[in-house]
């Protein structure tokens, strides 16, 4: 996860790429339940930031490098999208009850669609950065940019050219958990 980002433009079709990808994501009967809010002007990335920051926020460290990304992808999940899915002959479950659901498998798809703007970018050389949009501020994303009500953001990436490292720092200094911490193998 890149925090900070050079200045340098972003090649409109590695954007295109990580799209792409994201849009051939598994999801849950096909459903896709997804959709990728793009922002890649000065003046669109200043909107988002506007609109996802709480009032007094965007001055620490971690907002001033954010804010450097030159494009940012807002992944959006649509709940509706999977119980229409569902309701389909193929599926039969006509009275669209979220308890047949063991988890948001909505939030979970777009969560890996999220993840292969991530990969691409890694794969484009570029940097990226998956963070949570604070939920007191999702109504003025909604209404800044026209977002359907039904279109929850599970997030944003941010997306650019790394910036040069400052070291390990944060929490990349806690490191990994070690396979064996979170493997088990035949039983807990």
Known sequence: ?????TDEPVDPAAVERALAHANRAPSAGNSQGWAFLLLDSPADVARFWAAATPAGGGSDAWSRGMRSAPVVVVPL???????????EPDKGWTDRDEARWPAPYWDIDTGMAALLVLLTAVDEGLGACFFGVPPE?????RTEFAVPSDHHPIGAVTLGHPA???GVRG???RGRRPLDAVVHRGGW
Do not use: F, Q
């Open 1 to 5: 996860m890149v925090r900070a980002y």
């Open 77 to 87: 999940s649509c709940k509706r999208v999977y119980l229409d899915r569902y309701a």
């Open 137 to 141: 501020r999702v109504d003025r994303l």
């Open 164 to 166: 040069a490292a400052g």
């Open 171 to 173: 929490s990349a200094v």
